[in-house]
Nanobody, 121 residues
Framework: QVQLVESGGGLVQAGGSLRLSCAAS????????MGWYRQAPGEQRELVAT???????NYADSVKGRFTISRDNAKNSVYLQMTSLKPEDTAVYFC???????????????WGQGTQVTVSS
C-alpha cells in the first residue's frame, strides 16, 4: 500500500507565494516520476509540473517562470514552490507519483487527497 500526503495549501493574496509538499510512504521499490496536477471547480484536472527521478522537469505553460518543482529522492518527496500567484491558480492541487511497488513490477500511478490553494485578488 502506498500513500501520498500533501501539505502546504492555503489562502494567499495575488502576487504571493506558497510551497506545497508531498511525501510518499508505504510499499515503494522506486519512484519513476512525481508531479503536481490541479483541478479548478467545473474544470478538468490538468498537469502543473512533473519531475523524474533524474531531475528532468516539465511545466504547464501557464506556470512557467512562476512555479518550481523539486524533489528529494531520499525522502520520497516532491515540492512545488509557487510564486507570483494569480487568482486563476486557485484550485485543488493533487500530488501524483509513478511508483514501482516491488522489483519486476511495472510502475503504477498514485494520487494524494488534494490540497486547496486559493488566491484572492
Amino acid at each position: 500500500q502506498v500513500q501520498l500526503v500533501e501539505s502546504g495549501g492555503g489562502l494567499v493574496q495575488a502576487g504571493g507565494s506558497l510551497r506545497l509538499s508531498c511525501a510518499a510512504s508505504g510499499s515503494i521499490f522506486s519512484i519513476v516520476a512525481m508531479g503536481w496536477y490541479r483541478q479548478a471547480p467545473g474544470e478538468q484536472r490538468e498537469l502543473v509540473a512533473t519531475i523524474t527521478s533524474g531531475g528532468n522537469t516539465n511545466y504547464a505553460d501557464s506556470v512557467k517562470g512562476r512555479f518550481t518543482i523539486s524533489r528529494d529522492n531520499a525522502k520520497n518527496s516532491v515540492y512545488l514552490q509557487m510564486t507570483s500567484l494569480k487568482p486563476e491558480d486557485t484550485a485543488v492541487y493533487f500530488c501524483n507519483a509513478a511508483i514501482v511497488p516491488s522489483m519486476a513490477f511495472p510502475p503504477r500511478d498514485f494520487w494524494g487527497q488534494g490540497t486547496q490553494v486559493t488566491v484572492s485578488s
